[in-house]
């Protein structure tokens, strides 16, 4: 069979419209050469001319011709695949549209019948008289999400009641309307978008869903989902504790599953669940899954600290296989996440069902989207890695940093006593898994043997500057805010670099390299190695070092709404094996301000931020803020090291500062990159121990004398920090507001938290009138000119409120106006001598 081609090059010498028949030999010598080199060049072409002896008799240029008709078919042979796979994802997007327009068209034509119910039964109301022979209550699907059954026992039938039960609940959410949906803000769906997002409106807990398409099958899809902790970063583990087959060929099982708290200031959640995977009549594929409970019945699991208990109302996928390969997947997370556990400015991330949907709902679309890219695009990325290689380091960074941030007593976390201030928080950990690849020697015949590793950790309320900014500024930045010292301490841990604790001077950094490794589809997170050029000086010696970070960056989107922002470190050797030893530091930048009001009062935070006590013990130690902002967002630090047994006290004690030093140089940097300036603000006051922090105490303390004659605190002549410290453990309730319209409390030692009942930043959604009834005041209000005239004001023992609603009687209380260093008012400082619960 001879191959023919077209040649009509007009100025070539050659004929228009000549045809060349090419034998099979000549074409496959030819194909031979365009897989080495599509376009080859005039010497190449002539060099296969000699090569080949069966092109003897083509002309030069007639091979020119060939390869540009070669080049020119498979262009057009790309473009055909392109749009066939573009018209399979626009028919299976429009099918999803279709059927969500028929699942809206019965919500409508519900809510059209329960209105007219409603009408008829309010004017029925109206003309008769009372009737209570029947109940003239009509409700909605969403009323029927958790209906209560009488309690079922933990038998295979039993289980098998609440399974089919589950399913039900589940496909009513998935493609019916036991659910009011509202599409997900700032999502469209469209050929290029993940899918059709969706959050709930007015139901019970949080909730989200996602429709879409995704190029793999029904079983490879479930088999991915069912594998939590691959694709969920929170998911600390999902235990299988039991399995059992159905009659109908599908699987019940009993799952324990653990989350990660997102922050150092709540606790982590667990779940006791039944999953129940099955194949529907119509071939769908169905994963579904629920909490048990007293009122579902069945086997119970009995609480685990710290652990708090969470619900998780019928959720899972419905998976149905495409026309062409891939498959139609509805999600659907349902949760009640036990928001009251928490202290109050982190409800927002309990209660919003976009931040469930960002984190949970659309992870899990991206996740097989993303292995779905990876089977198609097959070749290695960076430093001759595959893919799942890439993900698997990323995984082990963000479970690292997970691990050390929760301290799990399990996995051998302890808790190191502090220094007197509780700002950032010291765990220790001694166990030999922890250390397992950790204990490396260094090379020259410097051995070290690091038997521990200690994290230091804190968090900060930032507000009015967007996570994925600040991310972004510290990823491009690193001087700004590291100290190279540190840095060169950690990385000898896995490098063969001569170091010594951090104190004298190590080396200095010279330039930043980043060598890009991976980034998923969507451009949600990078993975990255940072080459950073050292200059170590060891026995006078100056020994040129390159220090490697492995880095972690997500969620530097501006657009997303509720996306956590991360920047993932941890120094790796040069060798970058996939099993070397990672000690994960880094950042998470949690938005606080999901969804809400723009129009709700400023809060000015103050020294308050530095102190934030947590439910489980820990602080919040800064703050970006001041007033005029009303985007607030909780950052969390998390700093670990390797060490020696003998040197623990050293290192805590360096790592303590360390994390001190990145809280004022990101308050810094936060206040700079604050669209309102907010560094102009009175309010503003960072982490304890920095220069602004003692001279808001020093404030207090000398307004006090100045209008009062009296020392407020024993005279010390240990330094501001002293005076700090006494402050916070002052006996009487010490508190400051600000001077507004409406004053806020902006900070509160010990004593003033406990008699409010608060946290610090609790502290902030408190107004001064609160905690006064009428009497109190009035007394203030007819006080509160004496106090700006004369400077203070002695108030009568009487009866205040804390936050929780408790009164609380005291024998007398002093106000006074804080004074700056120009003699403006900087706030109103109110001390409750002699306080207590009635």
Not at 13 to 25: A, S
Not at 362 to 378: D, K
Not at 509 to 519: I, R
Not at 680 to 695: D, M, Y
């Amino acid at each position: 069979m001879m191959a023919v081609t077209s040649c009509k090059e007009g100025k070539g010498g050659l004929d228009n419209g000549k045809y060349v028949r090419y034998t099979p030999e000549q074409v496959e010598a030819l194909e031979r050469l365009y897989h080495e080199c599509p376009k080859p060049s005039s010497i190449r072409r002539q060099q296969l001319i000699r090569d080949c002896p069966i092109l003897s008799n083509i002309e030069p240029k007639q091979i020119k011709v060939w390869f540009q008709n070669r080049r020119c078919r498979e262009k057009q042979r790309k473009e055909a695949s392109r749009l066939q796979a573009v018209n399979r994802k626009l028919t299976a997007m429009n099918k999803l549209l279709m059927e969500e327009n028929d699942r809206l068209q019965k919500q409508v034509s519900q809510l059209v019948y329960e209105n007219g119910y409603f009408r008829q039964q309010t004017q029925n109301t109206a003309l008769a008289t009372t009737d209570t022979s029947c109940e003239s209550v009509v409700t909605s699907g969403q009323h029927h999400l958790t209906p209560q059954h009488p309690p079922r026992d933990a038998s295979p039938a039993g289980l098998m009641s609440i399974a089919e039960e589950t399913l039900a609940e589940f496909l009513s959410k998935a493609t019916g309307t036991a659910v009011e949906w509202v599409q997900m803000p700032g999502m469209k769906p469209g050929p290029d978008s993940i899918g059709i997002i969706a959050i709930s409106h007015g139901c019970p807990g949080v909730a989200a869903r996602a429709c879409g398409l995704v190029g793999l099958e029904p079983t490879k899809v479930a088999e991915i989902l069912k594998d939590r902790p691959s694709w969920f970063r929170d998911c600390r583990s999902v235990d299988v504790i039991n399995a059992l087959p159905t009659a109908n060929g599908g699987t019940i099982e009993l799952l324990y599953m653990q989350i990660y708290a997102p922050t150092t200031l709540a606790p982590a959640r667990d779940f006791w669940l039944l999953r129940y995977t099955s194949i529907l009549d119509d071939g769908s594929l169905v994963v579904c899954e629920r909490s048990l409970s007293n009122t579902q019945g069945g086997p119970s699991m009995p609480l685990v600290q710290p652990f708090a208990r969470a619900e998780m109302l019928p959720s899972g996928y419905l998976i149905r296989p495409c026309e062409g390969g891939g498959s139609i997947i509805h999600i659907v997370d349902h949760m009640d996440l036990e928001p009251w556990s928490v202290p109050e400015v982190l409800r927002p991330l309990y209660e919003s069902s976009i931040v469930l949907a960002q984190k949970t709902t659309m992870a899990a679309l991206r996740h097989l989207r993303q292995i779905s890219h990876e089977v198609t695009h097959s070749n290695n990325t960076g430093w001759g890695r595959q893919p799942v290689a890439l993900r698997a380091l990323s995984q082990r960074l963000s479970r690292g940093f997970n691990e050390a941030l929760n301290g799990f007593t399990d996995e051998g976390w302890s808790l190191m006593g502090n220094d007197g201030i509780d700002d950032v928080t010291i765990l220790v950990n001694s166990s030999p898994s922890k250390m397992l690849g950790v204990n490396l020697a260094f090379a020259n015949g410097f051995p070290t043997v690091n038997t521990s590793v200690l994290c230091a950790k804190a968090s900060m309320l930032l507000q009015n500057v967007p996570p994925a900014v600040l991310v972004r500024f510290l990823r491009e930045h690193r001087s700004e805010w590291a100290d190279c010292n540190i840095d060169a301490y950690s990385a000898s841990v896995v490098q063969s670099i001569p170091c010594t604790l951090p104190g004298s001077r190590i080396g200095s950094f010279g330039g930043q390299v980043v060598l890009p490794l991976a980034h998923t589809l969507e451009h949600e997170e990078f993975l990255e190695v940072l080459k950073l050029e050292n200059i170590s000086h060891f026995q006078d010696t100056i020994v040129p070092r390159d220090l490697f970070l492995l880095q972690l960056c997500s969620g530097v989107d501006e657009n997303a709404v509720g996306t956590c922002a991360e920047l993932i470190f941890a120094p790796i050797d040069a060798s970058f094996a996939d099993d070397a030893p990672l000690l994960p530091s880094g950042f998470r930048i949690i938005p606080l301000d999901i969804g809400s009001d723009p129009s709700s009062p400023n809060r000015t935070l103050d020294l308050a931020s530095a102190l934030e006590v947590g439910s489980n013990g820990n602080r919040i130690s800064g703050d970006s803020s001041g007033n005029g902002g009303n985007m607030r967002s909780v950052m969390t630090i998390a700093f670990q090291f390797a060490f020696e047994n003998q040197m623990q006290e050293n290192v805590a004690s360096m790592a303590r500062q360390y994390v001190r030093s990145i809280i004022s140089s990101v308050q810094r940097v936060a206040l700079a990159l604050s669209p309102s300036r907010l560094g102009s603000s009175p309010g503003f006051c960072p982490q304890l121990g920095s220069p602004e922090a003692l001279t808001l105490a020093r404030w207090i303390c000398c307004s006090y004398r100045g209008h009062l004659g009296a020392e407020l605190l024993k005279p010390t002549n240990e330094g501001g920090e002293s005076i700090l410290k006494t402050l916070w453990h002052h006996s009487d309730a010490i508190m400051c507001c600000s001077l507004k319209v409406l004053p806020v409390f902006t900070f509160a030692n010990q004593a003033g938290l406990d008699m409010l009942e608060t946290t610090l930043v609790a502290l902030q959604d408190i107004t001064l009138e609160k905690i006064f009834d009428d009497h109190g005041r009035k007394t203030l209000c007819n006080e509160f000119q004496q106090i700006m005239q004369q400077g203070f004001a002695c108030l009568q023992g009487g009866v205040c409120l804390s936050s929780m609603g408790r009164p609380v009687s005291y024998e007398r209380a002093v106000a006074w106006k804080v004074l700056n260093e120009e003699e403006n008012a900087h706030c109103i400082c109110f001390m409750f001598v002699n306080w207590s619960f009635v």
